[in-house]
């Protein structure tokens, strides 16, 4: 791994996106590779090692931030704080105040949060954060372990497996897994299975006690996705300590955090030592997803002599990472100190980046705790108030803290050593464009912050052409912002009636969809998307809420979108009155509603429509026969589990005319030829090797689409996508990069045994050599033993201290050193 990074991310092969990345990760491998065959002791650590190694490519330090955005400007205002939740969403949502956008503009490229209540649905914020590009940093809750009536600290001897298990299950069900997949979110970076236990649980001073309950701990982790049937990359598993000095460890007495990770590493190697019987390969676990973690308010400068220097003597193959980092109290300003310890972690592969504690200052908690935050809460603006788990609550805008010793704004510092773009501090306590709402109020606002400002009138009358199913094409700006200048102005009072009264005639400078529909506005809080799916079934005439498909339940989102697209279906109104439901659905082109693929709009487009007798329907009766080859496809995939042989027969099939209804055209499908792999039909050839998506996009090459979307991740029903050119030849490259590495891994393997054989040749030559001058070394030392002893009685009379043992001397001078540094 010479001078690069070994980030372990939660894959292996699969994170190594491009071809100048897999040139990075060989050498390491190769390295890594010769390790293995020479050093047989060490082969599972040095399997860690390899694992590394393979996910080096593309990987950058780790400039995170710690999140616990508690809403309260005084004491404890909320009963929970789990700020990944629905619930929060005004604080993080895009359309509120956007905490993930201003962490991604100060240049953080991941965020770490505290509060984890299982029971909550948390999909909805690891795909705010992909969207954005932060990936997610969660932490495992102390209610099973020092809260809940059944904690394993009083009730199980420090035995946590049945108490993590039960609470990570159903994590993995809320979120932390793809919906409708068995793999983990790609968000998702770290899970941290207990924050400062040596703190807590119970103390520092019976380390046996709480790595014990660590141990047992990632046993139950291992054990729920054994259960839930996780596949595919695992996430990484840490535990934060904190930077105390453990004198009860086994090791490391003197070093902060130091102790009580080996000692964390002796229970994973030896987990019956500890009084614990695994039910899992904990060893491999700990060697091949584990990242070590500590909390620190100490500055840049102290992390090696304190910490690093001999963390990458005793850890040479664990990564560590730092999850709370501010020191409050440097000199030298905070922006230095931060680009000092990045600067750190660029040196040294071992540490993989800090996360910046913290966001938001915490005012409930009073005293010195208030001096870390980076934004205090304002007072002038609010982006509204909302029920956080029935407690009343407001989203109040961000204002910039100061750094108590220079003064500086500390966001401008985070974002100086970040890397990052800033922030306009004069825009976060003043109405935005992009979020005020779409009526007269919302241009009212918009108008009086930004007088006769046609830009920033123009973002707003942008949404408000994407409401209508539209968009506004870049060559074709200069006559949007002409018409958004009358409506800046506030002495011609143009009204938001009038606006919408010309966006609906559809003027040349937009474009409208003829396939756009009406469904939730991924936007709009949780709760609000909840009550108007009541609204919305409660007003249909034609068409029961109670025949909402089994696919489209049990996520409000599926729900929302299947009962207001066909509430509005049935009105065909004005989008921006029939497709309203008080702010929480939104009528958009088939590009924005093919992102998110949930297979629960009833449309008109045949690649997204639902697979159901309203959306066949509609389809059907919107499209040419050409076009619905689309939707018969997806109705031989995903209704039948079957796929289509040649392109050629389904088009003939389609031009002939489909039948009335979706039941009758799944019987007429099973009983032609090109379909494939049902009962009494050909097999398919590709099946052997690939999933039903991969074969659409490998075998159908023949086909003109309208340019669908890809899938977002976590897609239930993938559309159908003609593959470009160049997929090829991407598909060449990594088969022949595939070949170079596994050669590489062979000669690194050949040249491993080769330099183990050569050592041990060596040293068969050094000892007959030894064993050939060995009279002569005795008789020497006989001598030498002599002469030694006649100085010492010599000395002894001069009152000298003669040739002491200097090997001695060193020894404790090196402890005196040690203790000291310590201290």
Request: aromatic residues 10%; negative net charge; proline residues 6%.
């Given at each position: ?15 190594v ?35 590394a ?86 932490g ?28 990570y299950?159903?994590?993995l ?16 970076a ?139 109290y ?45 934004f ?67 241009l ?6 930004y ?21 506004i ?18 002495d ?38 909840g ?27 599926k ?38 693929n ?42 039948l ?40 039909h ?15 996009h ?11 979307v ?13 593959p ?7 598909i ?32 068969k ?58 201290a």
């Open positions: 791994r010479p001078g690069r990074r070994m980030q372990p991310h939660r894959s292996q092969l699969h994170l996106r491009s071809p100048h990345g897999w040139l990075r990760a060989l050498p390491a491998m190769a390295i890594a590779a010769g390790l293995l065959a020479n050093r047989p002791r060490r082969r599972l650590s040095r399997l860690g090692l390899l694992l190694a393979l996910r080096v490519a593309d990987a950058e330090v780790i400039k995170g931030v710690s999140y616990g955005p508690v809403p309260c400007k005084q004491n404890l205002c909320i009963h929970q704080d789990d700020f990944m939740a629905p619930a929060a969403k005004p604080l993080w949502g895009s359309r509120y105040r956007g905490d993930l956008e201003v962490m991604k503009a100060l240049g953080a490229n991941h965020v770490r949060l505290y509060g984890n209540n299982p029971a909550n649905l948390h999909s909805t914020f690891f795909d705010q954060a992909d969207a954005v590009g932060i990936r997610v940093v969660v495992m809750s102390d209610w099973p372990y020092t809260q809940a009536p059944d904690n394993c600290m009083s009730t199980s001897a420090f035995d946590c497996f049945s108490q993590v298990k039960e609470q299950k159903m994590n069900e809320k979120g932390f897994l793809i919906e409708g997949t068995k793999r983990y979110h790609p968000t998702l770290q899970v941290i299975v207990i924050n400062e236990p040596d703190l807590k649980l119970p103390g520092i001073d019976s380390p046996r006690s709480f790595v014990k309950g660590i141990i047992s701990a990632v046993d139950g982790i291992l054990a729920a996705e054994e259960e839930v049937g996780v596949i595919g990359p695992k996430v990484n598993l840490t535990v934060t300590f904190s930077f105390g000095i453990c004198k009860e460890c086994a090791t490391a007495k003197t070093v902060p955090a130091l102790g009580q990770m080996e000692e964390l590493r002796a229970a994973f190697e030896d987990p019956s030592a500890y009084g614990y019987v695994p039910k899992h390969n904990l060893e491999q676990a700990y060697y091949t997803r584990f990242i070590n973690s500590f909390n620190t308010a100490n500055p840049a400068s102290d992390m090696r002599p304190l910490f690093l220097d001999d963390y990458v003597k005793a850890f040479p193959d664990v990564p560590v990472m730092i999850q709370e980092y501010h020191c409050v440097t000199q030298d300003g905070l922006e230095n100190d931060l680009k000092e310890v990045l600067k750190l972690a660029e040196e040294t592969p071992a540490l993989l980046g800090m996360s910046f504690f913290e966001f938001q200052r915490r005012y409930d908690k009073g005293g010195s705790e208030e001096e870390f935050g980076m205090g809460l304002g007072d002038n603006y609010s982006f509204g108030k909302f029920s956080y788990f029935g407690d009343e609550v407001e989203a109040y805008c961000l204002t910039p803290a100061q750094d108590k010793i220079t003064g500086e704004l500390i966001p401008t510092a985070v974002a100086k050593a970040f890397g990052g773009p800033g922030l306009d501090y004069s825009r976060m306590c003043v109405p935005s464009p992009l979020k005020v709402p779409l009526n007269q109020d919302g009212e606002q918009v108008r009086k912050t007088p006769g400002d046609a830009n920033e009138m123009a973002t707003f009358m942008t949404r408000m052409v994407r409401h209508l199913g539209g968009s094409p870049k060559d074709d700006r200069s006559s949007l912002l002409e018409f958004s200048w009358n409506y800046a102005v506030p011609l009072n143009k009204s938001f009636d009038e606006a919408l009264a010309k966006m609906s005639e559809h003027p040349k400078f937009a474009r409208f969809d003829s396939q756009a529909a009406c469904f939730a506005d991924r936007y709009a809080l949780a709760s609000d998307v009550f108007a799916i009541g609204e919305a079934c409660a007003n249909l005439t034609t068409w029961d809420c109670a025949k909402i498909p089994e696919e489209c339940k049990g996520d409000v989102w729900t929302a979108d299947y009962a207001f697209s066909m509430a509005y279906n049935e009105r065909l109104g004005p989008p921006m009155e029939d497709c309203n439901f008080g702010g929480a659905a939104v009528f958009a082109d088939e590009v924005t509603y093919g992102t998110y949930s297979g629960c709009v009833v449309s008109k487009s045949p690649v997204y429509s639902s697979l159901t007798q309203p959306g066949y329907e509609l389809a059907k009766s919107s499209n040419p026969p050409d076009q619905m080859t689309f939707y018969v496809r997806r109705v031989v995939t995903s209704l589990g079957a796929d289509v042989l040649e392109d050629a027969p389904l088009e003939k099939f389609t031009q002939a005319g489909l039948p009335d209804t979706l039941e009758e055209l799944q019987a007429k499908l099973m009983s032609e030829d090109f379909v494939c792999n049902l009962p009494g050909k097999a398919c050839p590709w099946t052997t090797t690939t999933s039903v998506e991969t074969t659409w490998r075998r159908s090459t023949t086909h003109e689409s309208r340019a669908p890809a899938s977002k991740v976590g897609t239930t029903i993938a559309p159908f996508v003609p470009s050119e160049g997929q090829g030849a991407n060449g490259l990594t088969q022949v990069l595939t070949f170079v590495m596994v050669v590489l891994f062979v000669v690194g393997v050949a040249l491993g045994v080769a330099l183990y054989m050569n050592n041990q040749s060596r040293k030559k050094r000892k007959e050599r030894e064993e050939g001058r060995g009279v002569r070394l005795n008789k020497k030392k006989a001598e030498s033993d002599s002469s030694d002893e006649e100085a010492i009685l010599a000395a002894a009379k001069l009152g000298s201290p003669g040739p002491l043992r200097t090997t001695a001397y060193d020894g404790l001078g090196g402890q005196a050193n040690q203790a000291g540094r310590g």
